[in-house]
């Protein structure tokens, strides 16, 4: 029996309805869908939904060169690194952007060390010369653009998402078919979402234009 080419997805933490985790878990199913053999590898998961292994089984599932590892950065991650520079199989990056640490000045030093680290991480991956880079965006890609050598392959490939399960749900079916605007802010609680403009925006609608949200 022929050997199907495998594919390994990669990133440090696997998070439920995050933008990440749903881009890792839409490419796995895109290519299980094309005939690879694949599987997603986290350090840390709480996607209930996902089945999901350990960064250390990696070497041994990537065991041949057609095979490919597509490492998904996001935040510090010497483990990625580490593994790109090791494995000697098709190597790709996906680049989600890094937060610019100081963002997270004063609210969390833990994040604004990752956000740090991340960005400084960006250099190191540029040089390892991979087969493919990847970023969610234009604005993203041209961050790379400089740090990348002439003869290194990049495209832009949108990130995957659920957007099915939330217009399936009564949030969506409301959005769809009332006539009151609603403002839907899916960001998670942290300064670089800028929940504060949010709340002065809902304020200026209904101050300026007595607007109920």
């Not at 597509?70 to 199989?89: K, N, Q, T």
């Not at 604005?139 to 990049?154: K, W």
Request: charged share 25%; aromatic share 8%.
């Amino acid at each position: 029996m022929t050997r199907r080419a495998r594919a390994g997805l990669y990133t440090p933490c696997l998070v439920e309805g995050d933008a990440v985790g749903n881009d890792v878990l839409g490419m796995a199913d895109v290519l299980a869908c094309h005939g690879w053999d694949v599987r997603v590898f986290a350090g840390t998961s709480s996607d209930s939904t996902a089945a999901v292994r350990r960064p250390w089984e990696i070497p041994s599932f990537l065991d041949d060169a057609d095979d490919m590892f597509i490492y998904h950065h996001s935040a510090s991650s010497p483990e990625g690194v580490d593994l790109l520079r090791r494995l000697r199989c098709r190597r790709v990056v996906k680049y989600h952007n890094v937060t610019p640490p100081a963002f997270f000045s004063g609210f969390s030093s833990l994040y604004e060390r990752s956000c740090r680290d991340g960005r400084e991480q960006l250099e190191t991956l540029c040089r390892l010369g991979l087969d493919m880079y990847l970023a969610d965006s234009v604005f993203d890609m041209n961050e790379l653009l400089p740090m990348l050598s002439a003869a290194s392959r990049h495209t832009v490939v949108p990130p995957f998402h659920r957007i099915e399960r939330l217009l399936s749900g009564s949030a969506g079916v409301r959005a769809l078919s009332d006539s009151i605007p609603l403002i839907l802010c899916v960001g998670r609680i942290v300064p670089n979402k800028n929940h504060r403009m949010l709340i002065e925006s809902i304020g200026f609608l209904c101050g300026e234009y007595g607007t109920s949200v």
